[in-house]
């Protein structure tokens, strides 16, 4: 059937340029209504007897101005609802107080412009791609926390998962992925290099003591990347250092400082700050404390828990300004030793 859209192969205007008015001015009189589907690109270049790329780029501008939009399978339609709310689909693998501190900050920042819908994949790769692949065009934009093992194979499954959803619409936070090609938008903090770069940041102190003891518990997703930063940076810098997996009571030893690698408030910081107390060492003089992930409580916590921690207050903001701006790139927040009294 041929459609409605005419230009002249004698105007001086450039034929994406006509496109673009023309179809605004069929959406304008009501003749293409909200979610009419237009010409396919391949069908729309030969019935016009122009190139696929111009009515691919005039597609692309009228899709930047929200007017139309694609969806997969079935190609481009009219939406010209402008006022409504950004839908949003947010994956996170689990809810954490520092997750809430990134999603209040992206909520925040985006203001009554979002209607946002939340799902946890809880690291469940099966789980994560029913989700992603029972949502597809259910949104405008997909935020994605891709926190999984590091085995290649579940790597390359998660890479395979979100090469579904359209670069415009996909936003990575907390992690980037290797493997995943295109414009897609990202916030990610570098495990390996960022506890590196943090722990120089503290080397006035931490030469201070006699060594470094790493509380490395199971259940730490990225601790192999974290403890290869850490051992990087203490053989460069000649620090003194241990790795644990259990918490000894014979090596809880005055001088010395305690990395602990899993979230705020857990048990190893609880059975951590009881043998201090029997030994009756002093946290932040006798001995040091340092945790990973900030949250507000640990502004309280032993007077004051000193963390390294990327930061997630910027992290949601810088997110849903991408979605804002409709400019998607690929930034490393920011990761900060947040010095207090136990450090």
Same mark, same amino acid.
């Given at each position: 059937?041929?459609?409605?859209?005419?230009?002249?192969?004698?105007?001086?205007?450039?034929?994406?340029?006509?496109?673009?008015?023309?179809?605004?001015?069929?959406?304008?009189?009501?003749?293409?209504?909200?979610?009419?589907?237009?010409?396919?690109?391949?069908?729309?270049?030969?019935?016009?007897?122009?190139?696929?790329?111009?009515?691919?780029?005039?597609?692309?501008?009228?899709?930047?101005?929200?007017?139309?939009?694609?969806?997969?399978?079935?190609?481009?339609?009219?939406?010209?609802?402008?006022?409504?709310?950004?839908?949003?689909?947010?994956?996170?693998?689990?809810?954490?107080?520092?997750?809430?501190?990134?999603?209040?900050?992206?909520?925040?920042?985006?203001?009554?412009?979002?209607?946002?819908?939340?799902?946890?994949?809880?690291?469940?790769?099966?789980?994560?791609?029913?989700?992603?692949?029972?949502?597809?065009?259910?949104?405008?934009?997909?935020?994605?926390?891709?926190?999984?093992?590091?085995?290649?194979?579940?790597?390359?499954?998660?890479? *395979? $998962?979100?090469?579904? !959803?359209?670069?415009?619409?996909?936003?990575?936070?907390?992690? %980037?992925?290797?493997? =995943? +090609? &295109?414009?897609?938008?990202?916030?990610?903090?570098?495990?390996?290099?960022?506890?590196?770069?943090?722990?120089?940041?503290?080397?006035?102190?931490?030469?201070?003591?006699?060594?470094?003891?790493?509380?490395?518990?199971?259940g730490s997703?990225?601790?192999?990347?974290?403890?290869?930063?850490?051992?990087?940076?203490?053989?460069?810098?000649?620090?003194?250092?241990?790795?644990h997996h259990?918490?000894?009571?014979?090596?809880?030893?005055?001088?010395?400082?305690?990395?602990?690698?899993?979230?705020?408030?857990?048990?190893?910081?609880?059975?951590?700050?009881?043998?201090?107390?029997?030994?009756n060492y *002093? $946290?932040?003089?006798? !001995?040091?404390?340092?945790?990973?992930?900030?949250?507000?409580? %640990?502004?309280?916590? =032993? +007077? &004051?828990?000193?963390?390294?921690?990327?930061?997630?207050?910027?992290?949601?903001?810088?997110?849903?300004?991408?979605?804002?701006?409709?400019?998607?790139?690929?930034?490393?927040?920011?990761?900060?030793?947040?010095?207090?009294?136990?450090?």
């Amino acid at each position: 059937m041929e459609s409605k859209i005419k230009v002249d192969s004698s105007s001086k205007t450039p034929v994406y340029k006509q496109l673009i008015a023309a179809i605004q001015n069929l959406i304008a009189s009501g003749e293409l209504a909200e979610g009419a589907f237009l010409p396919s690109m391949n069908g729309l270049s030969d019935e016009l007897q122009i190139s696929k790329e111009t009515v691919k780029k005039t597609y692309s501008i009228l899709r930047e101005k929200g007017l139309i939009d694609s969806s997969h399978g079935k190609g481009f339609y009219v939406k010209t609802n402008t006022a409504h709310k950004i839908k949003i689909l947010l994956i996170f693998d689990k809810l954490s107080t520092y997750k809430q501190v990134l999603y209040n900050s992206f909520v925040s920042a985006l203001g009554d412009l979002s209607e946002i819908t939340i799902l946890l994949h809880n690291q469940d790769i099966a789980l994560f791609q029913h989700f992603v692949e029972g949502n597809l065009d259910n949104y405008d934009y997909y935020i994605v926390a891709p926190h999984f093992p590091l085995q290649q194979t579940i790597q390359k499954k998660v890479v *395979k $998962i979100l090469s579904k !959803i359209p670069n415009r619409k996909l936003l990575l936070v907390d992690r %980037n992925i290797e493997g =995943l +090609n &295109g414009k897609f938008g990202a916030v990610y903090q570098d495990f390996e290099k960022d506890i590196y770069n943090g722990l120089s940041s503290g080397i006035d102190i931490l030469s201070s003591f006699k060594k470094l003891n790493v509380i490395s518990m199971p259940g730490s997703l990225y601790a192999p990347l974290i403890k290869k930063g850490i051992e990087t940076f203490c053989i460069e810098n000649g620090v003194n250092y241990e790795i644990h997996h259990t918490i000894d009571r014979a090596k809880i030893k005055s001088g010395e400082v305690f990395l602990i690698l899993n979230s705020q408030l857990d048990l190893e910081l609880i059975e951590l700050a009881g043998i201090a107390k029997e030994k009756n060492y *002093k $946290i932040g003089t006798d !001995i040091g404390v340092i945790s990973y992930n900030e949250s507000p409580i %640990n502004e309280i916590i =032993l +007077n &004051g828990l000193t963390v390294f921690s990327t930061n997630f207050k910027q992290m949601g903001h810088l997110a849903a300004q991408m979605i804002l701006d409709k400019n998607f790139k690929q930034i490393h927040c920011e990761f900060n030793l947040i010095r207090r009294s136990t450090f």
